[in-house]
């Protein structure tokens, strides 16, 4: 959402979570209107742990199923703390974040991300409605992906 004052961005009950879902991207970056043809990767940088794929413990693989299902081969690096995710990503080449809310706030002040058009997400529908609709949040489901990533998808 644009045009957040400084006072409604800082009385956010939410604001970690609000900033990390573009809630204060002033970028001014329009969210895509369609995709690219589907490239078969996702480079993704997360937190140890947030996205597994067995090799830490066999009960954690969120990622060789889908890999299985959509023929999207997933990279992850891994990054320790916010400057080393926000120094990643103004570096280029990934298409997702799990980045804190300092770091997410960061890059959206940096104009490196844009909102989403969740019409062009499968299943957005689906998802639960707190989380989609969740309150203070109704602006922020537009939600932040890189400019850098050209629209690119699996």
Known sequence: MTGVTPDEQKNCPLQPLCAGYG?????????????DKPE?????????GYIERGQTD??????SQFEKDTGCQVNVKTAATSDEMVSLMAKGGYDLVTAS???SL????????QPINTALIA?????????AKGRGLTSAVKSMARRISGG???
């Open 101 to 103: 809310g300092d770091a």
């Open 152 to 154: 690119r998808t699996c």
């Open 58 to 63: 066999k009960q954690y693989d969120w990622v």
């Open 123 to 131: 299943g957005w529908g689906s998802l639960d409605p707190r989380i």
């Open 106 to 113: 960061r890059l959206i002040m940096g104009k490196r991300v």
């Open 23 to 35: 809630l204060f991207d002033r970028s001014g970056a329009e969210p895509l209107t369609s995709l």
């Open 40 to 48: 078969g990767r996702l480079d993704i940088i997360a937190w140890p």
